[in-house]
């Protein structure tokens, strides 16, 4: 028997929202310690992890441990009909093949219930490892969104750098180039405007826009974006959910190759040789891959998150798999 | 000679976008009582029926019964050239085959004269009997609005289920089955956000959700509707129109067969047989129809209207043609 | 050396915007005086001239004449990237085949480089003759742009009647004729709610609605338009740009035959001959043409703009190339 009672049932609106687009179907496990998932995005490039707390729903009573395969894009039609203030239940028998989804009025005048068939879904619960990143820029969302989408108008990647100073996004395409530099600034009327830079080793790193665009569809959920950056990492875009838990996106880094950079200083009508742009060439001494450990536990100091079981723990790729996908990312 | 002067002009605009999508062409019939209108939707399953009553408008001059045939479409474009606080008046001569739309800004300053070729077009003017409903259910139309639209991304059709606690909406789909119950609310501060059932009889009824979503597109007109039900009668949607009258969308409700509902129940990936849901399952003993009478007077004790006529009231078809199409009713 | 720092720099957003789809590629003149363009929509119809004067800049450096040839849907596209509060700074070596395009935001804590290859663009600068217009009208932009839009629902031109009581703005098509009225007033709350008509002579000239929808883009630059018109001259269509300069629209009349208008009058549904409208067909006396002398000054008295050179002022085409061109001008 599961009942998870959701006061803000707005913010499950909003994640269905955030990672429909990227993932079609997903497990949803649910255990003592919160409602979860963890899931590939259909081309096996980005991952998606999503925690929500125990103890941020109103009532959360979950007797044991539940894999619920879900249709996303069904899950998140279903969702679409609760309003904005309304409560959510998501209900589930132990042994049953359906998920109810329950949105009250505040007023209780108008109680909806909405059935979902669940599905068989093969998944491997894969383990994240704890990391020490070289750089964090916490930023307001809407701006890191606002940067994506504009420089998706001009480039298919970003080159994020981080110095001390700030973060400057860079890309270039066939119409020209564009680089765009936050800088830090811890001294605002409010917090949720702060962009703020741990560092302990400047880095440069590339990828592609469309996923990052496609990331950035969570910024209804917060205010503020933490990107975590290390050269031999994949990056994580964190986006916190109210007090109760976050999303995060996963994605490798892009190994930008000599030709490539040849091919985009290719323009339409070139009238000189352009100087090419130091910051748009990574070096490709390193291979950076989507590190993902079978059967590791996720650990998180700084929120001190519990384990997230999940009964499919299977069958987990070795990591060689995970790289070869990274390094032959296609990006239209 | 014909002249109408509304002063409310926007809500000539509201009545055309309602109902512009689901007649294509129509006569308006304007007499000394008001100025109305009565079609078949273009796959004569829906009716519907306008008044405006002549003490609505500021200046009223119909100086003999008058039936202009318009390509309600074409009505529509020039309509939506009238600002939202224009006076609109209707214009025609009596042996004319134009109407002219005259727009007049609150100022004075702009004056827009709109000319239409009027269209020769065959109709009966069907005379829809007073009836006694089984149920009558009064709640705010963006509810209503919002119930059908959401519905609509799971099922093709509604069952509206009325008792004494509340009415029921109900739908299923290949992703799953939705039910939204809105209890009897009199205890509000607005009015118009009351939901208020009276009822004689249960009753529960089947429509297509194809043409209840499509008589929401009058919502901006009234901030309640009124859905009246009866097992053997097509159902009315009714939007007041200020002071001034009414539209009345009339759709019979369908015979779900034993098979259609199984089709229903079908779904992709199905785990386990599921139960069949009883409210779906209307008895299929009744064959209602879409009761229209030809050249019967249009009476409403409620309201106490004075009969339209027209003079294309010839040739009207025989009940059990109505029927027949009725029956055939294919929403897709 | 070029740079210019433009504190409003949505003014140049809101530019780019107006003229991108009329015009694919155009050069932008730099001198002493302004920032200035002058270009051909690519049917050779209609002609843009923009002028932003080096006062409206809070810093203006122009070390030498520069024609800029770039495109103007990439710049604009670069454009959209700048915040709406952002301050725009253009910048160019002398001898350099790139332009940068610089966003500041309000706090500085943002900074972005957009850097943009420049093209070869063939093109001569037309002179535009002073004249003198026999009727000109002032009028609230937004009014303007809304009278095309509605007229565009009814047909393809519009003739515009100007006398001393207001201008008349008529079109006719397959649905019917339109006419709207716009009142001379001057005694308004605001000033940009003003019509005001100064007129020599009356005036009827009719124009392609295409244009004049595509003219009205500008109208997020200013309140007012400015309409001038003279049997045999193009209209002007003006819009200011702040107190630094403006955009202007030019385009010939339509010389509309018999043949054409009686095509107009076909109706898909006639009863009846209808009255053809005196209004809507203008003599065929005249031959408009959209009179450009090469190397000619610009003056504007009203305004006292110095004159704008360009070093592309070379090889311009006689009168006659242009009057043919507006003879045979396609409005589909």
């Given amino acids: 028997m599961l009942e998870l009672r959701l006061v803000q049932g707005s913010l499950l609106k909003k994640v269905m929202e955030s990672i429909k687009d990227l993932v079609n179907d997903a497990n949803f496990d649910c255990s003592a310690t919160g409602f979860s998932l963890q899931a590939m995005d259909s081309s096996h490039v980005a991952l998606v992890a999503l925690l929500l707390r125990s103890e941020g729903f109103e009532h959360y009573r979950c007797d044991r441990n539940l894999s619920m395969g879900m249709n996303l894009n069904n899950m998140a039609k279903m969702l679409r009909c609760a309003g904005n203030d309304d409560i959510v239940t998501i209900k589930a028998d132990d042994g049953g093949d359906t998920v109810t989804f329950m949105f009250e009025s505040p007023t209780q005048d108008k109680i909806a219930d909405f059935e979902m068939k669940l599905m068989d879904i093969d998944s491997e619960h894969l383990g994240i490892p704890e990391a020490e990143y070289e750089a964090i820029v916490r930023m307001p969302s809407s701006e890191f969104a606002r940067i994506c989408k504009d420089l998706s108008s001009i480039g298919d990647t970003v080159v994020i750098s981080v110095t001390k100073e700030g973060v400057k996004f860079s890309t270039r395409g066939d119409i020209g180039t564009a680089n765009i530099v936050c800088r830090q600034n811890t001294t605002v009327d409010k917090p949720e405007d702060a962009t703020i830079i741990e560092m302990e080793t400047p880095v440069s790193l590339t990828f592609a826009l469309r996923y990052m665009n496609s990331f950035t569809k969570a910024t209804p959920l917060a205010n503020q974006v933490t990107i975590s950056l290390s050269s031999e990492l994949p990056v994580v875009v964190e986006y916190k959910i109210a007090e109760m838990g976050y999303i995060r996106f996963y994605l490798a880094p892009k190994i930008e190759e000599e030709e490539e950079t040849e091919h985009h200083v290719e323009t339409t009508k070139p009238q000189k040789e352009t100087k090419p742009q130091k910051e748009t060439k990574p070096k490709v ?26 009964k499919s723990q299977v069958e987990s790729k070795p990591l060689d798999d995970t790289k070869a996908e990274v390094e032959v990312m296609d990006v239209e």
């Fill in 285 to 310: 001494e390193t291979k950076p891959k989507l590190e993902i450990k079978p059967k590791v536990e996720i650990k998180d100091d700084e929120e001190n998150e519990p384990q997230v079981e999940s």
